[in-house]
C-alpha cells in the first residue's frame, strides 16, 4: 500500500494489482487508494489473469487483440 500512496501523490494513473496475506484490513485501504483489485492469498490463477487482462483492457477476441493505446510513458521529471 505504500507504492499506492506515493502513486497517488504523484498523480500516477497505473493499474495495480494487490495481492495480500493480511485480509480485510490491507484490501479495504487499497480499494480506497484505487487499486483495481485486490486478492487474498492464496490467488486462484484464472482470477488473477482476468484481472490483469481488464486492467490493461486487453481481451483476446477470435484469435487477435483488441487494446487502448498505451498510455503515457512517465519520465524522471514526472519524479519531481
Known amino acids: ?10 498523480g500516477w494513473d497505473i ?8 485480509g480485510a484490513e490491507v484490501r479495504e485501504y487499497a480499494q480506497a ?3 483495481v483489485a485486490v486478492f487474498d492469498k492464496p ?6 489473469r482476468l484481472a490483469a487482462m481488464c486492467a490493461v483492457d486487453w481481451w483476446p ?6 487494446r487502448k493505446p498505451p498510455r ?5 521529471s514526472d519524479l519531481s
Not at 500500500?1 to 504523484?10: E, F, G, P, S
Not at 493499474?15 to 493480511?22: K, L, Y
Not at 477476441?61 to 483488441?66: F, K, Q
Request: hydrophobic share 45%.
Open 43 to 48: 490467488v486462484d490463477e484464472n482470477e488473477l
Open 33 to 35: 487508494l484505487g487499486a
Open 15 to 22: 493499474p495495480v494489482i494487490v495481492v495480500t496475506a493480511f
Open 1 to 10: 500500500t505504500d507504492i499506492l500512496d506515493a502513486m497517488q501523490v504523484h
Open 72 to 76: 503515457r510513458r512517465r519520465t524522471n
Open 61 to 66: 477476441v477470435h484469435g487477435s487483440a483488441r
